[in-house]
Structure formats: structure tokens, C-alpha cells
């Protein structure tokens, strides 16, 4: 009977040793996927990295690009009265009446459109005067009709803010305010 127990005995010492081999399979094959995994993202945070933009070389070049995009709040002032020009097309009269709205952002240059009103409007009836009718019935017309209309008061209002710089040379230099936008708030022909 003794004979039999030391049977058992090498029998389970065997079946240990294979259900031990067969764990270390399994922990080596669990051992490979994560390292698979773990190689997978460090992969794609490495492509990640250099693929993205650069960052910013400076903090000013950061702060300049913070100031761009950071837009103080839309200011509109409307042109009253109404613009009304009219013109002779073969022989027969037209007319063209127009309202104009300035946006702009700096609040201190309100002060500057109300002073320097006259001149702007002035600048504004000759430039409307001086288009051709057919022309402003487009919309490629009319876009340059406000293009121009900007050029003119802008350059009106950078003229007018130098003249100011030059008075008071205690103050800083800066940027001239300027307006960003004309808009035809109404615009007939006929």
C-alpha cells in the first residue's frame, strides 16, 4: 500500500508541472499584448508630436496672436441723412439713395467721425457721383463701391489723426483707429 500513495504523489507533481507550463504560456502571451499595446501608443503619441504645429517660438509672437484674435465688440454708426445722387443715363435722369453704416471697433474714433463728418460725407458724394449707374446695378459694383468708400474715409481719418499726433507730441504713438467695414444698409436705384 505504500507503493500506491508515492503513484499519486508522482502523478500530481506531473500534472503540476504541466498546468505550470502552461500558466507561463499564458502570462507570456498576456505579457506580449500588453507590450503590443503599450508600443501601439507610444507610437501614436510619438506621430502625434510631429505631426502638430510647432509652438510658439515667443510669448510675445503668442500674446500678438492673443490680441488678433481677441476683437473688442462691433461699433456701428449710421451716416444720416441718407446719401441721394443723381445721375443722367442716355438723356434720362437716375437716381441712386443710399444708407451707409461705418463699423468699427475703437470707441474713441466716434468722436473723430462726428467732427470730421462734413469732410467725409463730401468724399463720399463725389466718390458716388463719379460711378457709372450700370455699374452699381452689380454686385461686383457695389463691393467696389464699398472698398473705395473705406480707402476714403480711412485715409481721411489717418490724415486727421496725424495732424492730432503731431499737436500733442507727449503722446505715445499709436496705431491710427480706423474703420474695419462700410455697409449699404439700404441701397435703391432707379
Do not use: C, W
Not at 5 to 16: L, M, V
Not at 114 to 130: D, E, F, Q, Y
Amino acid at each position: 500500500m505504500a507503493a500506491a500513495p508515492k503513484a499519486k504523489n508522482d502523478a500530481g507533481t506531473a500534472d503540476a508541472d504541466g498546468g505550470g507550463k502552461k500558466k507561463k504560456k499564458l502570462f507570456l502571451i498576456i505579457g506580449l499584448a500588453v507590450a503590443l499595446v503599450a508600443v501601439s501608443i507610444g507610437g501614436t503619441v510619438v506621430a502625434l508630436k510631429m505631426l502638430s504645429p510647432a509652438p510658439a517660438a515667443t510669448d510675445e509672437k503668442a500674446e500678438v496672436q492673443e490680441e488678433e484674435t481677441t476683437l473688442a465688440p462691433a461699433i456701428y454708426f449710421e451716416m444720416t441723412p441718407n446719401f441721394t445722387i443723381n445721375f443722367n443715363v442716355n438723356g434720362r435722369q437716375r437716381y441712386l439713395q443710399a444708407a451707409i453704416t461705418l463699423l468699427y471697433r475703437d470707441p474713441e474714433l466716434e468722436a473723430l467721425l462726428k467732427l470730421h463728418m462734413p469732410a467725409i460725407r463730401n468724399g463720399l458724394v463725389m466718390l458716388l457721383s463719379g460711378k457709372n449707374f450700370d455699374e452699381l446695378q452689380t454686385n461686383e459694383g457695389k463691393e467696389t463701391l464699398k472698398k473705395e468708400a473705406m480707402e476714403s474715409i480711412n485715409g481721411l481719418l489717418k490724415k486727421e489723426q496725424e495732424a492730432l499726433a503731431e499737436k500733442s507730441e507727449d503722446e505715445e504713438k499709436k496705431k491710427p483707429a480706423t474703420i474695419e467695414q462700410v455697409l449699404l444698409t439700404n441701397f435703391v436705384m432707379q
